[in-house]
Structure formats: structure tokens, C-alpha cells
């Protein structure tokens, strides 16, 4: 499957917005799909994911409440909708897809497809 993530930007603090990964020679659905962030000299940190049928979804601690990932299975996406913007979420993110995982989470190395990565910049 081919991924390609769109939506950052530079954005202010306290403000909201959507990345959105789109996949292409494959069906979603065959996949746990998740969203990962990485910012320089840092390992890749997974921020959500959401299974297959997207009956559950996963968070890292520093986003809950903030990250909500949903997949559209007619469009063949998965998006991260983000509020409440703070300056440490400035990182590139990474959506990624896993076909072996099960559930909704997983580390880095479980997922084999990525998209290209989007910077997203919070300003304070």
C-alpha cells in the first residue's frame, strides 16, 4: 500500500487541524493504521492508531484527549484531527500501516508502510 500524509503547516498555539492519509493500491481495511510524529535527534513516537474495522483506537498518554485518528473507509483515509495545538507537537508526522498487527497499537518497527511525513510547527 502507497501512503501519502498532507495537512501541517505552520499553525499558532491553541488552534486545530487535520492531517489526512490517503492510501492507494490497496483497500485500508486489510491494515491497522496509526500516526506517528518525530522531531530531530529523536526516535519516531507513536501518537494513535485505530484497527482494522476502527472498533478501537489507541493514544499516547501526551496526546489523549487532544488526537482523535479516524479512518473513512469510502475514501480510503485516515485522518488526525488535533485541538488544543501546543508548541511540543511540532514534529514531521508519519501515518503508517501494518498488515500483521493486530489491535490498534504497536511500535515503529511493526508497521512496513509509511507515508513521506508532514511537518506540522506550532508557534507559542
Known amino acids: 500500500v502507497r501512503l501519502q500524509a498532507s495537512g501541517g503547516g505552520l499553525w499558532q498555539a491553541g488552534g486545530s487541524l487535520r492531517l489526512s492519509c490517503a492510501a492507494s493500491?490497496?483497500?485500508?481495511?486489510?491494515?491497522?493504521m496509526a500516526w506517528f510524529r518525530q522531531t530531530p535527534g529523536k526516535e519516531r513516537e507513536f501518537v494513535a492508531g485505530?484497527?482494522?474495522?476502527?472498533?478501537?483506537?489507541s493514544y499516547a498518554d501526551s496526546v489523549k484527549g487532544r488526537f482523535t485518528i479516524l479512518r473513512d473507509d469510502a475514501k480510503n483515509t485516515v485522518d488526525l484531527q488535533i485541538h488544543g495545538l501546543k508548541p511540543e507537537d511540532t514534529a514531521v508526522y508519519y501515518c503508517?500501516?501494518?498488515?500483521?498487527?493486530?489491535?490498534?497499537?504497536?511500535?515503529?518497527?511493526?508497521?512496513?508502510?509509511w507515508g513521506q511525513g508532514t511537518q506540522v510547527t506550532v508557534s507559542s
Open positions: 503508517a500501516a501494518s498488515w500483521r498487527l493486530r489491535g490498534s497499537s504497536g511500535s515503529a518497527g511493526d508497521f512496513a508502510s
Open positions: 485505530i484497527s482494522r474495522r476502527g472498533s478501537s483506537t
Open positions: 493500491g490497496r483497500t485500508l481495511t486489510d491494515y491497522v
